[in-house]
């Protein structure tokens, strides 16, 4: 595969899955999300969008850094550590927005902050400018860890979906 085929894959698999979870959670984002109780430190709406395109574009550059360095044969631990956090990342979406799972989602976050600094910390010995890349994703997970955190303890008749009671 040519050099910039290559890396065309590596930033389109992160944002194809973005992609995915904004329309799949497209509904819940303008009605559900909205009526949450959430910190005052909440970003606007508008930034997500941006935030995103901008971590998952240096996200598939880091990766394909990594990757010209080895493939998967030379790299297998920093890419297999790099497809886990992307798959929790891919998964997040579905739980937080999709079926209100606030409890799991947290779970599902928290797991992904501590992939994507395993991923960054493997990076670094292979090449240090990727791992240096995923730094300000690393910030923005944590970020919206916390932010998830805020919502699941200030929304508890959230947690199980919206409008189902918890069984006794």
């Excluded at 040519?2 to 799949?24: D, K, N, R």
């Excluded at 501590?114 to 994703?137: G, R």
């Amino acid at each position: 595969m040519g050099q910039a085929l290559s890396l065309g894959v590596a930033i389109a698999i992160p944002l194809a899955g973005g992609i995915a979870g904004s329309v799949v959670t497209r509904k819940a984002v303008k009605e559900w999300y909205p009526k949450l109780k959430k910190p005052s430190w909440t970003p606007p709406n508008w930034l997500f969008g941006p935030v995103w395109t901008y971590l998952y574009a240096t996200m598939g550059y880091a990766s394909h850094r990594i990757f010209q360095r080895g493939g998967w044969q030379g790299n297998a631990l920093p890419l297999s550590l790099y497809a886990a956090q992307l798959a929790l990342n891919f998964t997040w979406s579905p739980l937080f927005f999709g079926a209100k799972k606030l409890g799991l989602a947290l779970v599902n976050i928290s797991a992904m902050g501590v992939a994507v600094a395993a991923t960054a910390a493997s990076f670094w010995p292979v090449d240090p400018f990727a791992s240096k890349l995923l730094f300000p994703y690393l910030f923005w997970v944590s970020y919206a860890t916390a932010l998830n955190a805020y919502i699941f303890v200030h929304n508890p008749k959230q947690e199980g979906g919206e409008g189902e009671k918890k069984e006794e």
